[in-house]
């Protein structure tokens, strides 16, 4: 199938970070712009703000940080060898991450993270706040949306600060151990995810809280896991549901060397549930469909299997089995791409949401990089160092599989290692989605024959072999095509294509006379409509069961969670249920 997407949405374009610099290219041109952060020496880092107003550059002596609209200086930071790099979400302040050492230039203690004002003047020398982070694990700090908070995770609390002043801790939030901290976007009421881990054999637990009800009793949701190395949470755009993602590094069970990986639900209202997948083997990825309470789960071996979740855990859509392991929305979230890449091909197959329509399925080998475009239209891949020393190139296409731009490096010693579009400051309208070729469109795209200049514009001349020179041959028809008895007088009968055609024609006239008869009885619907009650009830049955299991742990002395209690409270509306069908 064809399709043809038309967008003429300019943008500010991206950047490219590699052995030769840091370079700004200009889209749809693709051509270099002069930039003042533009280096041809080496960087060891950039970041772009959430709204690509600023870029942070540092050259290994010292971070820079631009205003990209102005094409001016900022404020540079006197810090060498800073390897990381990220604004707050309002640009109000820059934090610096290096790896921490401890050397002649770096005594022991010496804070590795730093947060810098952007307004701290044209040169900076010391940092707004600063703290040691030994691991590289959750050393930035997580503002919410309106920098009303800022937390940052220490070995048995979590500090939290206000209003950016960092001179006093507002809050604490302590328990024998944090693994982690999550904020879900929003504003007010804020609300904390707290992670802590396995602690001498107990069970590692995530509880989630309102922001300043930090008493173990206050929690608005708690899950506990057994076994588990790694947690990590990603929320939905309102914020209001979450998923945690629990591994452990080794899978007992010795089925597979990914280990283990269970996923659950939870949220502001105090649901906590196991997600249910059909399918054994890891999760390799799970995303929230953009401005919707529903996400999507790569899951099982290979090839894996694509679901789409409500925010009720149910599954609403099978996506199909395929070798993918990424699960990547455009910004607008209309477009959908489930990609392989990694020590897969780089199978890329792209779906229209809420249809589910399948847009192009294709391939980009030796994929390192992906990211989408602000207009959501068309993406970037590229094929980036230290994953791969060789051939590197980014590619530019949309999402019907058309390149529309590439570059390759011209010998292996030049290295790209870092692609970047320049973020926009609103989120850009709807791209429109492909739609299916016309005939027009598909006659205009297939190559023509070669006609010379003097010949354009008027009727096709004849082929050679085709042009009357004052006879016919026998059996060469008017169009200059042989056929067998052609030249003997039968001239007029069909050919064994139209033959087959015209049977095909009257076996769907057939099927389509025998369907009309076959329309259901009354007394067929009515036999569907009784399956359809006792299914219900059986279904209702078992609810009832469940239900009974549940008290015998009670009466053992077993504590159940809040939703086991809530289910059981359903027993009287079951039973009524039930009854009510049965009449």
Same mark, same amino acid.
């Given at each position: ?55 942070? $550059? =540092? &050259? ?11 094409? #001016? +200086?900022?404020?540079? @930071?006197? /810090? ?72 940052? $995770? =220490? &070995? ?11 001179? #006093? +801790?507002?809050?604490? @939030?302590? /328990? ?408």
């Amino acid at each position: 199938q064809h399709y043809f997407i038309q967008s003429n949405l300019r943008m500010a374009g991206f950047i490219v970070r590699g052995s030769q610099g840091v370079k700004k290219y200009s889209y749809p041109g693709c051509e270099v712009v002069p930039s003042v952060f533009e280096t041809e020496k080496r960087c060891s880092g950039v970041a772009m703000s959430h709204d690509g107003a600023y870029i942070a $550059v =540092c &050259n290994g002596a010292e971070t820079t940080i631009y205003d990209v609209n102005q094409n #001016t +200086v900022v404020t540079t @930071l006197a /810090r060498a060898r800073t390897m990381q790099m990220v604004f707050s979400p309002k640009n109000t302040h820059v934090v610096t991450w290096r790896q921490y050492e401890v050397s002649e230039e770096f005594p022991e203690n010496t804070p590795n993270v730093e947060i810098w004002r952007l307004d701290g003047g044209e040169k900076q020398d010391k940092a707004t706040y600063s703290f040691v982070k030994r691991g590289a694990s959750q050393w930035e700090p997580i503002w919410t949306d309106d920098e009303f908070i800022c937390a940052r $995770v =220490c &070995n048995a609390e979590i500090q939290f600060f206000e209003n950016n002043d960092f001179s #006093t +801790v507002a809050k604490r @939030l302590q /328990r024998e151990k944090v693994g982690g901290c999550f904020i879900p976007p929003g504003c007010s009421p804020y609300h904390v995810a707290l992670y802590v881990p396995s602690i001498k054999g107990a069970h590692a637990y995530v509880q989630f809280y309102q922001y300043g009800a930090f008493e173990k009793t206050a929690a608005i949701a708690h899950r506990s896991f057994m076994q588990v190395d790694t947690v990590s949470m990603k929320f939905s755009a309102s914020g209001k549901n979450g998923i945690i993602k629990a591994a452990s590094d080794v899978d007992k069970s010795g089925t597979t060397y990914y280990g283990q990986m269970l996923l659950y639900f939870i949220s502001t209202r105090g649901d906590s549930n196991q997600v249910t997948l059909n399918k054994k083997g890891p999760v390799y990825s799970v995303e929230w469909v953009p401005a919707k309470e529903e996400f999507i789960v790569l899951y099982g071996f290979m090839p894996c299997r694509a679901t789409l979740f409500n925010a009720k855990c149910d599954p609403i859509h099978e996506f199909g089995d395929a070798h993918y392991n990424e699960i990547l929305f455009n910004p607008q979230g209309n477009m959908v791409g489930l990609c392989g890449f990694g020590n897969l091909r780089g199978k890329m197959k792209f779906f229209e949401m809420g249809s589910y329509k399948v847009l192009s399925e294709f391939q980009a080998s030796d994929t390192t990089h992906f990211e989408w475009a602000p207009s959501g239209d068309i993406f970037m891949t590229g094929t980036l160092a230290p994953r791969l020393r060789t051939e590197n190139e980014y590619k530019i296409w949309d999402v019907t599989g058309k390149v529309l731009n590439s570059y390759r490096v011209p010998s292996d010693e030049i290295q790209l290692w870092q692609l970047k579009w320049i973020n926009s400051a609103t989120l850009l309208p709807l791209p429109p989605v492909p739609r299916p070729a016309t005939s027009k469109e598909l006659a205009a795209a297939k190559p023509q024959a070669y006609r010379p200049p003097g010949n354009r514009g008027g009727p096709a001349a004849a082929p050679r072999n085709l042009i009357d020179h004052g006879g016919s041959l026998p059996g060469v028809n008017h169009q200059g095509v042989y056929k067998p008895g052609a030249g003997s007088g039968n001239t007029n009968q069909p050919s064994k294509a139209a033959l087959r055609n015209q049977k095909k024609r009257e076996n769907r006239a057939k099927a389509a006379e025998e369907s009309k008869a076959a329309e259901p009885t009354m007394q067929d619907l009515q036999t569907t409509i009784v399956d359809e009650r006792e299914k219900k009830i059986r279904n209702l049955r078992k609810k009832l069961s469940q239900i009974e299991k549940l008290k015998d742990q009670i009466a053992q002395g077993k504590t159940l969670e809040k939703n086991q209690m809530d289910k059981i409270a359903t027993e009287n509306d079951l039973i009524a249920e039930i009854k009510k069908l049965e009449l």
